[in-house]
């Protein structure tokens, strides 16, 4: 597609409920990140792919969260036993390498999936 | 504790006169410095980016400074549009990090 695309784009959770959150990249766009934005603030590193290879999970904030990307394309971030802090909006960027290059047009960013956990 | 920081979260400005939107690191060790713009219920886009070892970049009416021994950039719009209404993100990219290091963000209201 022409640019990166993410579903849902709104989800409410009870809590405990695991929630999957999908993440469609620029095609053939080899690194792929995730973000997460609680209102009020700007986005923060979840976690960082290099084709299938998940080579950076600092960011996630506890076990709970899982994230994959099993063909090197589409990536599904994972929530298990979602809690009221969970909610906030999931960022999914992408961009054809993580190198100097990338600073010149910066990442393509997703419009996001608006978690809510009631 | 924030290695990006916008200290005004918002500002408002006259259609036709110049934004000037500020931004502060602590992380000397960062590359590159970019800028995002974002409307509701979208996605951040890329606006503009500089390097550490630049002090200017101008891309039409957007022109982002840095200044490296005060750890400050700055980005200045001229002139601002009503278009230009958003919420602006400094972002750093490096230090050790994969990933960038946002703000928290400056909301920007053009006046008509």
């Known amino acids: 597609g022409a640019g990166v695309s993410q579903s849902p784009r709104y989800k409410v959770a009870k809590r405990g409920q695991d929630v999957a959150l999908r993440c469609d990249p620029i095609?053939?766009?080899?690194?792929l990140f995730w973000y997460q934005q609680a209102l009020g603030q700007g986005p923060e590193f979840l976690t960082y792919?290099?084709?299938?290879?998940?080579?950076?999970k600092s960011g996630l904030p506890s076990d709970r969260f899982f994230a994959e990307r099993p063909e090197g394309s589409v990536s599904t971030l994972k929530i298990q036993r979602t809690q009221q802090e969970d909610s906030a909006v999931y960022l999914c960027?992408?961009?054809?390498?993580?190198?100097?290059?990338?600073?010149?047009?910066?990442?393509?960013f997703g419009s996001g999936t608006r978690l809510t956990v009631v | 504790d924030q290695q990006v920081k916008q200290n005004s979260p918002s500002l408002s400005v006259q259609e036709g006169r110049i934004s000037i939107l500020n931004c502060d690191y602590t992380?000397?060790?960062?590359?590159?410095f970019l800028w995002y713009k974002k409307y509701p219920a979208e996605g951040p886009t890329f606006l503009i980016s500089?390097?550490?070892?630049?002090d200017k970049n101008e891309d039409g009416r957007f022109t982002v400074f840095l200044n490296k021994s005060a750890k400050h950039l700055s980005l200045h719009i001229v002139p601002s549009q009503p278009g230009d209404s958003a919420v602006y993100f400094c972002?750093?990219?490096?230090?050790?990090?994969?990933?960038?290091?946002f703000g928290k963000g400056t909301h920007l209201i053009i006046q008509p």
């Open positions: 992380n000397s060790m960062f590359d590159y």
């Open positions: 960027a992408s961009s054809l390498l993580l190198d100097a290059s990338t600073a010149n047009y910066g990442y393509t």
């Open positions: 972002a750093a990219m490096g230090g050790g990090a994969d990933g960038l290091t």
């Open positions: 792919f290099q084709n299938e290879a998940q080579l950076d």
């Open positions: 500089i390097s550490s070892i630049k």
């Open positions: 095609s053939g766009h080899v690194s």
